[in-house]
Nanobody
Framework: QVQLVESGGGLVQTGGSLRLSCAASGRPYSSSVMGWFRQPPGKEREFVGSIRWSRDSTYYADSVKGRFTISKDKAVNTVFLQMNSLKPEDTAVYYC????????????????WGRGTLVTVSS
């Protein structure tokens, strides 16, 4: 089973940027969809965006559209989440996940999850 490990979280000021990485231990199947979710403190997990592993299709939640960008490097089995113009409400634990349904906004459609990385945006 493919294991996922997120990295790149940290503390950033409002308006700043961070890039998260999600490294897969093996090559995801060509039909895989890689998703990013986040869970703010005291709230439920929410969809951020997703990307098809074998294509360049991406999909974003309205709350991050235009600020966040998902990309991938198939050579190193890694997916990235570039986050710009960060806001305090972006503070959350960010998770990557692997599924097979695109755009995959429902967390139930994912069967591999990383442990998450914390992003804190100070005001």
């Amino acid at each position: 089973q493919v294991q996922l490990v997120e990295s790149g979280g940290g503390l950033v000021q409002t308006g700043g940027s961070l890039r998260l990485s999600c490294a897969a231990s093996g090559r995801p199947y060509s039909s895989s969809v890689m998703g990013w979710f986040r869970q703010p403190p005291g709230k439920e997990r929410e969809f951020v965006g997703s990307i098809r592993w074998s294509r360049d299709s991406t999909y974003y939640a309205d709350s991050v559209k235009g600020r966040f960008t998902i990309s991938k490097d198939k050579a190193v089995n890694t997916v990235f989440l570039q986050m710009n113009s960060l806001k305090p409400e972006d503070t959350a634990v960010y998770y990557c996940a692997r599924g097979s349904t695109f755009p995959g906004s429902d967390p139930l459609s994912y069967f591999n999850w990383g442990r998450g990385t914390l992003v804190t945006v100070s005001s």
